[in-house]
């Protein structure tokens, strides 16, 4: 539930522990920018997650001051974590929602938010966190869509393949896992937040239970150095 | 049909749509064994008893009267003013408002005539499904009387004549399953002169399921049993209950039950045995029952005796029934007033009963309830119905309906009853919301009455009506007078009318007297009047200079629309929730808007979590389900907590059957079809993104 004017979107968050973890040659991920994304976060996943930042200053010192990209890391379970990096070759943002640590996790929703002065949303897709199927007995349904400028509407939930009154809710644990994807293309210089509207914040067990997370914020740094528009 | 004869039929229990009474017929004997109407003596050990005995040999039929509540009238004996009662006991001298003789009717007056008892001979024909009855009836005129009209159920042969044999002029018909005989008297009876008849009569059984598919006897190999059949005889014209003996004729192995106090039994010439049994409370409702029976033993409040009669089979459960009983009678005498019989005997029948069936200190129960334990699934089933079969023993025989439009007084209050105790012995509202949801779901609206309508007992939804929604109905009082002052009415609605018939509107008298609330508009509205309650019901938040609001925006668009008080749960995010009673009062309108404040933006509003209110809502922002003003995330989530609830299933044949499903709310149901499924997430997904309109 939430008051949209009551949020100040720029102001909605700050980094707590930003680390600024640069990925250079960016180029070289060529166009499969999501593996790229998955890839990067699965790394440090793997590394025990510190905090998941991509930046982008293509080729070394000499090249035009690129967008960067911090998110903060997560330091307590259950989590929610915002991803990303920027694609100098699309010229996007790219944004990945993880979601890790939780427990009997039926479905999980908020409103994600941003400055739209800044940035401008031009992709979106409810990613599966488990990869379940009607054979599995399970099924994620995820939405997703604008609410108001800077304000997107997200949600996903574990549903079963069937519907029976004997078939209750169910939930699943989940170490680490993907939510959402999002690209944005920039739209002004300076920096801004991508974040959770506090109030919208919400994860239930499948006995209705709320589950308290770290939901983290991400900060998108462009240079007033950047060229705004360029062709991707 | 005879306007009390619905009454009289409908003194029964049914607690789900599975568990249904009935009603049923009477019979005759061509031998008799007891000629006079004396009553047999009561257990000697039983100090009740001879308390009662000594009560009925002071007291007379002038202390029988029901003061005004409140009226100070003073005690014709003692000269004491007793709000309630008015009269002392004769013997201890101390006012009991609930002695037998303080009520007594008295709210009948004194009418021509009376039935004052009965004693009954049955004699059961297993192989030729027939019932004999002899019965000595003793009458009692008010005024000059020379002819008497009485029901009994449907007989085959039938002869009234004088005690001593010789002939009375009787003409007799049929009426719907009943005969109606007339006794026209050579000279009209002496006023206060009391006049005994002898009744023969021979009646052929149809133990079939009837009227709302019960059963009024069996005659099985193990259970031999007359509930429903109505063996005795009622006055046609007007309510006139009796004290009666009754004599139940067994098999010498056999053993016979009966509501009242066992008083023994004695061997016949011809090896059987006949059972006695005293009901010295005016009533006019009974039966009895044959099997293998053991008893088990348990003491009521006052020392008053509890038996468990079971076969042989079960005896080793009783000891669970006992228990139960115990409980709910200790618990009913403290919510309402204490109880008032004798003693209560608890009988077990078939299967094939399909629910209890609940005589003035006598209940019959179906063969499964004495099989359960309070380890198994089946115990709250089997407390549902024992509480409201004991619940009888206030709302139907304490306090008797009037007409058949206030059939509400017995079994919506039995099963009220029966709601309020598992809620708190179980821990659930699952029966009360079961109730809700039978009613909401199974009746058509051809089909509908209103739970107060004259006649009700003749739709074919008359347990979801009257048992179900008038238990809801009482259920709602609870939102509008809070719990103790609800059971502060009843208890003086029992007191007043103790013993004595009653109807709805006494009830909301009382509660005026009790509570200072004026509830003509509910009972209107939910008594006189069918259906519930539909609603849109659409929410928002307002922030007004800091102030933050929910606001609620209940649509009912009939054309009559209800009030009702609502309960909204409000949750925030550190886990805490408030929920307030919110008054829905239309005054006209059909939309009502409520704002409550609150101290954090909340993260979902619900409405009616516990199912206080008979309804059925739908979402005026559809899809918002947390009433937030938005159709996102948090919505999806809410569906995936109630995916799956139902109120239809299919069974293995392909047939769709009504399914009670407790966590059902319909307010997810957006593609209605009774079930909650992806065509409802599907539509659900449709509508994200929506903002709520203004209001």
Known sequence: MTLPNLVNVSTAARLSRPLAWVLTSLMAVSCADEVAVTSAVAVDAKTGSTDIAVGAAVDGASATAMPTFVGQAHSAEPYVEIAGLWNAEAQRVQVVVWIGGFTDLLGIAAHLTYDADKLELVAQQMLDPTQESASTGFLWRGLVKDLAPGRLVTGIARFRAISHPYAYPDGTDLARAQWLSLEFVVKSTGKSTIGFDVPTRLARKATGEPIAAQWLTAEVDVPATFVIGGAP | MNQHLPTLLLMCAAVTAQWLDATAVCAASPRKLFADTVPLPTDPDTPWHAKIQAQRAEASHQHAHRHDPGSGVADPVSGVADPVSGVADPVSGVADPLAWYSANFAGLGKPKWEIIHQDITVDLKVAASELKTEIDVKIRAHQPVDSLSLLTTGVSALKVTQLDGSPLKVTATNLSGYTQFTIDLAKPLTPEVDWVFHLSSTAKLACNPQGIGLYPCGLGPTYQWVTFHRYYLTASAVHSPFTSTLHVIADANKVAVAPGEPVGNEKLADGRKVWHFNQIE????????????????????????????????????????????????????????????????????????????????????????????????????????????????????????????????????????????????????????????????????????????????????????????????????????????????????????????????????????????????????????????????????????????????????????????????????????????????????????????VQAVPIRVRLDIQRRVLRKFATGTPGDFNLSGFVDGADLVEMALRYGRAMRIKGKNGQEYFFTDLSWNELYDLNPDNRIDMDDVGALEQWVGTVAEEF
């Not at chain 2, 009082?477 to 009843?490: I, K, M, P, S, V």
Request: charged share 20%; net charge negative.
């Open chain 2, 282 to 597: 005016r009533t006019d409702n009974a039966g009895f029952a044959i099997a293998d029976y053991v008893a088990a033993l348990g003491k009521l409040p006052g020392d008053k005796p509890l038996r468990v009669y079971t076969t042989a089979k079960y005896a080793s459960y009783a000891k669970n029934i006992v228990g139960l009983a115990e409980k709910v009678i200790a618990s009913f005498s403290k919510d309402f007033v204490p109880f008032a019989w004798p003693g209560l005997s608890i009988m077990q029948l078939e299967n094939n009963f399909g629910g209890g069936y609940a005589p003035l200190s006598g209940i019959f129960m179906y063969r499964d309830v004495f099989g359960a334990t309070p380890d198994t699934g089946y115990w709250s089933a089997a407390v549902e119905l024992t509480a409201h079969e004991i619940g009888h023993q206030w709302w139907g025989n304490l306090v008797e309906p009037a007409t058949s439009g206030d059939v509400a007084l017995s079994e919506s209050l039995a099963e009220f009853s029966s709601c309020l105790y598992t809620e708190t012995a179980l821990d659930s509202r699952a029966q009360i919301i079961r109730d809700h949801l039978s009613y909401l779901y199974q009746v058509p609206a051809s089909e509908d009455m209103a739970v107060g309508a004259q006649g009700v007992y003749s739709s074919p939804s008359y347990v979801e009506i009257v048992y179900h929604k008038g238990a809801a109905v009482f259920d709602m009082l609870r939102n509008e007078l809070g719990t103790d002052q609800l059971l502060a009415t009843l208890k003086q609605y029992a007191t007043t009318y103790n013993r004595d018939y009653a109807t709805l509107d006494d009830l909301r008298y009382e509660a005026l007297q009790v509570t200072g609330k004026d509830l003509n508009w509910y009972w209107d509205q939910w008594f006189e009047k069918k259906g519930h309650i539909k609603a849109d019901v659409a929410g928002r938040l307002v922030d007004k200079d800091g102030v933050i609001t929910v606001r609620l925006r209940v649509n009912q668009q009939v054309g009559k629309p209800f009030r009702f008080t609502l309960p909204v749960t409000i949750d925030f995010a550190d886990g805490k929730s408030k929920t307030e009673l919110v008054e829905i009062n239309p005054k006209g309108d059909t939309a009502v808007i409520v704002d409550i404040a």
